[in-house]
């Protein structure tokens, strides 16, 4: 029986059993944190495979499942925007990791915002791609991920409303994440993080503006045009508030950026990331 490509390495952080994924190492570059986002039946792995190669030829990659995703251990106290961050800061520490770069995805981008706000000593660069930190209404889009119910037939809608342009291949990879997404346990842990109605969850996750105006890392900010599940006003307004902040938008593009241009994503993050 063939191993999936999901399951890496298991880690203690924070007291929570801790499935990681731990590449390239640090030519120089440093290393990078890269925090996934919410989707049903998502890990680190199905977030960044394709991102973790092409940033492990100059940095050492972390990526870990937060808890309650993917294969590290379910501990539902931890379910919050304070738990979360807690549980990526307990991955830096088990690793021995005093400074890094973080990446965010989505939900990933608040607990990334949160690290630079209340550990900016730890904080080296940030990327937030399509991220969630800041309030906005919820979009149908987001409702429908965070209100999954499983079958095949909802994965294959979410991925459409997740891309700009879905694949041809669309109906086997959600036959595979409906797959992930009913492992025993899974869907009971996703269904008790976001429950309706949703709008709370979503300002639960935002940070004050005076709070993400003291972000003193460098920024890169990602996001699609076409994005209908984190809408672009928040990329806007983060890039509004973040003195040193920069934003790339992508055209053609929903809110898998790192997936939908997967090589042009990697270029740019790589190249922000090296620095001057």
């Given at each position: 029986?063939?191993?999936?490509?999901?399951?890496?390495?298991?880690?203690?952080?924070?007291?929570?059993?801790?499935?990681?994924?731990?590449?390239?190492?640090?030519?120089?570059?440093?290393?990078?944190?890269?925090?996934?986002?919410?989707?049903p039946g998502v890990s680190a792995w199905a977030n960044w495979r394709l991102t973790i190669p092409a940033l492990a030829q100059d940095f050492r990659v972390v990526a870990p499942d937060l808890t309650g995703f993917g294969?590290?251990?379910?501990?539902?106290?931890?379910?919050?925007?304070?738990?979360?961050?807690?549980?990526?800061?307990?991955?830096?520490?088990?690793?021995?990791?005093?400074?890094?770069?973080?990446?965010?995805?989505?939900?990933?981008?608040?607990?990334?915002?949160?690290?630079?706000?209340?550990?900016?000593?730890?904080?080296?660069?940030?990327?937030?791609?399509?991220?969630?930190?800041?309030?906005?209404?919820?979009?149908?889009?987001?409702?429908?991920?965070?209100?999954?119910?499983?079958?095949?037939?909802?994965?294959?809608?979410?991925?459409?409303?997740?891309?700009?342009?879905?694949?041809?291949?669309?109906?086997?990879?959600?036959?595979?994440?409906?797959?992930?997404?009913?492992?025993?346990?899974?869907?009971?842990?996703?269904?008790?993080?976001?429950?309706?109605?949703?709008?709370?969850?979503?300002?639960?996750?935002?940070?004050?503006?005076?709070?993400?105006?003291?972000?003193?890392?460098?920024?890169?900010?990602?996001?699609?045009?076409?994005?209908?599940?984190?809408?672009?006003?928040?990329?806007?307004?983060?890039?509004?508030?973040?003195?040193?902040?920069?934003?790339?938008?992508?055209?053609?593009?929903?809110?898998?950026?790192?997936?939908?241009?997967?090589?042009?994503?990697?270029?740019?993050?790589?190249?922000?990331?090296?620095?001057?």
């Amino acid at each position: 029986m063939t191993a999936s490509p999901e399951v890496a390495a298991s880690i203690s952080a924070a007291g929570i059993t801790t499935n990681i994924h731990d590449s390239g190492t640090d030519p120089g570059g440093g290393t990078v944190l890269l925090i996934h986002g919410s989707g049903p039946g998502v890990s680190a792995w199905a977030n960044w495979r394709l991102t973790i190669p092409a940033l492990a030829q100059d940095f050492r990659v972390v990526a870990p499942d937060l808890t309650g995703f993917g294969f590290s251990e379910r501990a539902p106290a931890c379910y919050t925007l304070s738990g979360w961050t807690a549980h990526a800061l307990g991955v830096l520490d088990a690793l021995g990791l005093e400074r890094v770069s973080v990446v965010g995805n989505s939900f990933g981008g608040s607990i990334a915002l949160s690290l630079a706000i209340h550990h900016p000593e730890r904080v080296n660069r940030l990327g937030l791609m399509g991220a969630v930190g800041v309030p906005f209404a919820i979009t149908p889009g987001l409702d429908a991920v965070w209100g999954y119910e499983p079958s095949v037939e909802a994965m294959a809608e979410l991925l459409r409303i997740f891309t700009a342009t879905p694949s041809p291949g669309i109906d086997e990879l959600a036959r595979l994440r409906y797959e992930a997404s009913t492992r025993p346990g899974v869907h009971e842990a996703y269904a008790s993080m976001f429950p309706a109605p949703r709008q709370r969850w979503v300002d639960a996750m935002a940070h004050p503006d005076e709070a993400i105006s003291s972000i003193a890392a460098p920024t890169m900010l990602f996001h699609g045009r076409e994005d209908r599940v984190i809408p672009m006003t928040t990329s806007l307004r983060l890039l509004d508030l973040i003195p040193d902040a920069q934003l790339h938008v992508f055209g053609n593009c929903g809110h898998w950026t790192q997936i939908e241009h997967a090589d042009e994503f990697a270029r740019l993050l790589r190249d922000f990331l090296l620095g001057p």
